[in-house]
T-cell receptor
């Protein structure tokens, strides 16, 4: 069974440029998460989807970040414009169900460097 | 406000010996705790979990202990193997909240097991 797929794996951009990350969750997983992991820190939840609905986006900086999961399968996270402080690893995870007991499976992440 | 803390950034142990990784939390609403392991260039993978109704959970070489009064949990790996070398993240969840799937991660501890 294929795991969570993310692309690109690495991205280097200049500040003020836009950037987008793509995630394809494990087949059948209706819950999708986007996390940001800063250097030396643990992952922090940005947004959680149940199917197409964003059920928790309280930590998403909505002035520059946006996300979508139009068909309830794959998802895109966008930053526009990027700032130096956005340099981090962006992790996508999925689970079958959104409860605490539903194991979250993580993708390899996209490492973003903003110059 | 760091609700989940792993105060040791790194730990080095000899192969065959015990590894003990520690985690402290501040939010008394947390009642479900997990440990994730992360290899370089990969996403975190679930290792073991414990509910607050227990004080110990064991899975092979891995045992997690929970001390609710001290708001402290620890992961024991016995015996440690070189393949255990990775970053270990502690995570917590408040199952009674509206966002039961939301995990709060610690900063991580890098474990090195020397042959």
């Amino acid at each position: 069974e294929a795991g969570v797929v993310q692309s690109p794996r690495y991205k280097i951009i200049e500040k003020k440029q836009p950037v987008a990350f793509w995630c394809n969750p494990i087949s059948g997983h209706n819950t999708l998460y986007w996390y940001r992991q800063n250097l030396g820190q643990g992952p922090e939840l940005l947004i959680r989807y149940e199917n197409e609905e964003a059920v928790d986006d309280s930590q998403l900086p909505k002035d520059r970040f946006s996300a979508e999961r139009l068909k309830g399968v794959d998802s895109t996270l966008k930053i526009q414009p990027a700032e130096l402080g956005d340099s981090a690893v962006y992790l996508c995870a999925s689970s079958f169900g959104g409860g605490f007991y539903n194991e979250q499976f993580f993708g390899p992440g996209t490492r973003l460097t903003v110059l | 406000d760091q609700q989940v803390k792993q105060n040791s950034p790194s730990l080095s142990v000899q192969e065959g010996r015990i590894s003990i990784l520690n985690c402290d939390y501040t939010n008394s609403m947390f009642d479900y705790f997990l440990w994730y392991k992360k290899y370089p260039a990969e996403g975190p993978t679930f290792l073991i979990s414990i509910s607050s109704i227990k004080d110990k959970n064991e899975d092979g070489r891995f045992t997690v202990f929970l001390n609710k009064s001290a708001k402290h949990l620890s992961l024991h790996i016995v015996p440690s193997q070189p393949g255990d070398s990775a970053v270990y993240f502690c995570a917590a969840s408040a199952t009674s909240s509206s966002n039961t799937g939301k995990l709060i991660f610690g900063q991580g501890t890098t474990l090195q097991v020397k042959p």
